[in-house]
């Protein structure tokens, strides 16, 4: 398997710009993750899918970031508009989740670095 | 809320020694403990994992351990080489009951550099 496979690598934009950052998790993996690492925050969770459904949202900054899921192969993150506060690396991560222990570990793709101007 | 705490934030030592990174966390009623590895520019590699119910897990030259009661793992490196170099992160899965998935937390991370 490829792993988790993430699109661009880097993207620079400018402010008011919409960017889309695009995720495609490992076949079979029923969880989808979406992270930003910044310097100040660390790395936190923005929003998690199971079987395409968001799940918990409650790490979206504000109503400038959506996520969606359209199937179990792929996933986007859309900021629009874009703001320098925005600039971080993104990740995605996918996982299963085995029954009855579960023993699940998140794989992380190589991540998206965003740089709003 | 969760709170990880990583002890230290950057550590260098030369090729060959022992060395232990710390994680604290905040509140106990976690699922598991996982450590990862980051190398610059990249994304992130599990290195082990712990459940709630185990003290420690080991694979090759790492040993990690849990205390739950107290809220600390420790990450043991033996015989530490320049490959070992690199952003080290604990994370705790949050207890999200049954068989939810209880969201992580991670520390800020330990930048590990391991000289020759």
């Known amino acids: 398997d490829a792993g988790v496979i993430q699109s661009p690598r880097h993207e620079v934009t400018e402010m008011g710009q919409e960017v889309t950052l695009r995720c495609k998790p490992i076949s079979g993996h029923d969880y989808l993750f979406w992270y930003r690492q910044t310097m100040m925050r660390g790395l936190e969770l923005l929003i998690y899918f199971n079987n395409n459904v968001p799940i918990d949202d409650s790490g979206m900054p504000e109503d400038r970031f959506s996520a969606k899921m359209p199937n179990a192969s792929f996933s986007t993150l859309k900021i629009q508009p874009s703001e320098p506060r925005d600039s971080a690396v993104y990740f995605c991560?996918?996982?299963?989740?085995?029954?009855?222990?579960?023993?699940?570990?998140?794989?992380f793709g190589p991540g998206t670095r965003l740089t709003v101007l | 809320k969760q709170e990880v705490t990583q002890i230290p934030a950057a550590l260098s030592v030369p090729e060959g020694e022992n060395l232990v990174l710390n994680c604290s966390f905040t509140?106990?009623?976690?699922?598991?403990l996982q450590w990862f590895r980051q190398d610059p520019g990249k994304g992130l590699t599990s290195l082990l994992l712990?459940?709630?119910?185990?003290r420690e897990q080991t694979s090759g030259r790492l040993n990690a351990s849990l205390d739950k009661s107290s809220g600390r793992s420790t990450l043991y490196i033996a015989a530490s080489q320049p490959g070992d170099s690199a952003t080290y992160l604990c994370a705790v899965r949050s207890w999200a009951g049954g068989t939810s998935y209880g969201k992580l937390t991670f520390g800020q991370g330990t930048i590990l550099t391991v000289h020759p």
């Open positions: 509140d106990s009623a976690i699922y598991n």
């Open positions: 991560a996918s996982s299963s989740l085995p029954r009855p222990v579960l023993t699940d570990t998140q794989y």
């Open positions: 712990i459940q709630s119910s185990q």
